[in-house]
């Protein structure tokens, strides 16, 4: 019992100076948890997220023309881009392809730091309406303009490639201050709701660098975000940056706010701000493969430039390529018809079209490999693409088809298509269309050596040999005649 008792004592002791010698557990456990706060302020990045969650099980609709009343908010959802991804055979695209964040269309929705107040629910701190009233931009009769010069002609596009919505007419922008569509009520709600507020949370930037006109553009509040731009043009920083460089204008492109990116611009905004890569309105718009942004961009009357580089070295004609390669082959891996992707790719492909017809140019080649856009089409195998390219009636469609890209042409690039199921057709395309089989690479490789081995490496190396043979007793024709 003694024993027992020594012991017990120790322990005891031993326990004692334990405590004795950490006051600080002690303190720091006997604190009271610290409590949150009851509405978090929200930033454009947790609006994002939240719609990125929902957008996972939404089912897209098609983009069409509508009304100028807005329409319900449980209707109104938008297809989330794709991983923006580009990887080649050869040579991969991997190191060239710029990392866009998959920023998605403002869609209405209850977040949960809303607090219920009398009449409209706003969100404490920035005053967020709890439901946002979306209406798409208005749409007008379709473009007819043809290019004039020889690379932008589109007059024999196929019919069957042009987009499945009307697009908007170049003198349809929305003018300053009277933009038709604004409801004129909600807009001077917006406007006392912001004069009520402390200045500082109408005019200042969060730990993010949001303004509440980033916030009010990201949830897609037309009025509020007008009258919040309003406030801020007054005291110069309409253009303020968030942490990654976006400018409320860009916000407005990536969420596919076509009519909130018209009022901006209308309050003077800048077209030509660029994020953290060097990413303009354009070139999200492409990427993205928003038509109807791409088209309020085109269709204003701000000075632009259609070859402006993001820090990739790729113009928004680029991008909108190598994102439309990316949903083709996305669509190609399907097995059920994706009615989704299918209206996806039919955006991207339409935004390809109007940068053309706006005279972007076919022939600009992107920095780090010197590629244009039909090497990016055929390096990834997109069969769209490629038909949609070489029906453009070029009269030099020829030298356009056989430039270099490091060395290497279009045809050089198809015959790496060892695993494509278009390979022969692209082969043929571009054959068709002027390819040159004798043309060498840097190694000195003709199209013919890159073929797969095989029986059907064999056919495709004789189809490229007696068009090679063809070329060469053509030459000596013409030589002849001279």
Request: aromatic share 6%.
């Amino acid at each position: 019992m003694t024993h027992c008792a020594v012991l017990n004592n120790s322990h005891c002791l031993v326990i004692h100076c334990a405590l004795m010698l950490q006051p600080d557990i002690i303190s720091e456990n006997t604190k009271a948890p610290k409590e949150k706060p009851c509405c978090t302020l929200p930033t454009v990045k947790k609006l994002l997220e939240q719609k990125r969650k929902r957008e996972t099980s939404s089912v897209p609709p098609p983009c069409s023309a509508a009304s100028l009343s807005p329409a319900p908010p449980a209707t109104v959802t938008f297809s989330s881009s794709e991983p923006f991804t580009y990887t080649g055979a050869a040579s991969s695209f991997s190191d060239m392809a710029v990392s866009f964040e998959p920023w998605t269309a403002a869609q209405e929705s209850t977040f949960g730091y809303y607090t219920g107040l009398p009449g409209p629910s706003y969100c404490q701190g920035y005053g967020l309406p709890m439901t946002s009233e979306f209406s798409t931009q208005p749409q007008v009769s379709a473009l007819g303009e043809a290019m004039p010069q020889a690379y932008y002609s589109m007059a024999a596009v196929d019919p069957s490639l042009t987009p499945p919505w009307p697009l908007l007419d170049p003198s349809q922008t929305t003018q300053v201050g009277c933009c038709p569509s604004l409801d004129a009520s909600k807009l001077e709600e917006a406007r006392m709701l912001l004069t009520g507020m402390d200045y500082s949370r109408t005019t200042c930037q969060d730990e993010d660098g949001d303004t509440i006109l980033h916030i009010y553009t990201a949830k897609g509040l037309r009025e509020y975000a007008f009258a919040a731009a309003e406030r801020l043009r007054d005291i110069g920083k309409l253009d303020a940056r968030e942490h990654k460089g976006k400018t409320a204008l860009l916000v407005a492109v990536t969420a596919n706010q076509p009519e909130i990116l018209q009022d901006l611009l209308s309050l003077g905004a800048d077209i030509n701000a660029c994020d953290v890569k060097g990413q303009t309105a354009l070139h999200l718009a492409a990427h993205y493969g928003y038509p109807q942004v791409l088209q309020a961009i085109l269709s204003s009357r701000s000075a632009f430039n259609l070859e402006t580089r993001n820090f990739e070295g790729m113009t928004p004609l680029h991008c909108a390529a190598i994102s439309h390669s990316v949903t083709a082959k996305a669509l190609s891996t399907v097995v059920v018809a994706d009615v989704n992707l299918q209206t996806k790719a039919a955006e991207k492909l339409s935004c390809v079209q109007m940068l053309l017809t706006a005279r972007a140019s076919l022939t600009s080649q992107e920095i780090k490999s010197n590629k244009t856009v039909l090497h990016l089409a055929v390096k990834e195998g997109n069969i769209d693409l490629v038909r949609y390219l070489l029906r453009i009636p070029l009269p030099n469609m020829k030298d356009f088809v056989n430039m270099k890209a490091h060395g290497h042409t279009a045809l050089h690039m198809a015959a790496g298509l060892h695993n494509s199921p278009h390979q022969e057709e692209i082969l043929q395309l571009l054959l068709s269309r002027g390819g040159d089989p004798s043309i060498r690479n840097l190694e000195n490789d003709q199209p013919a050596h890159l073929l797969q081995s095989g029986v059907q490496g064999e056919q495709l190396r004789l189809m490229l040999k007696k068009r090679s043979a063809s070329s060469r007793r053509r030459i000596a024709f013409f030589q002849d005649q001279e």
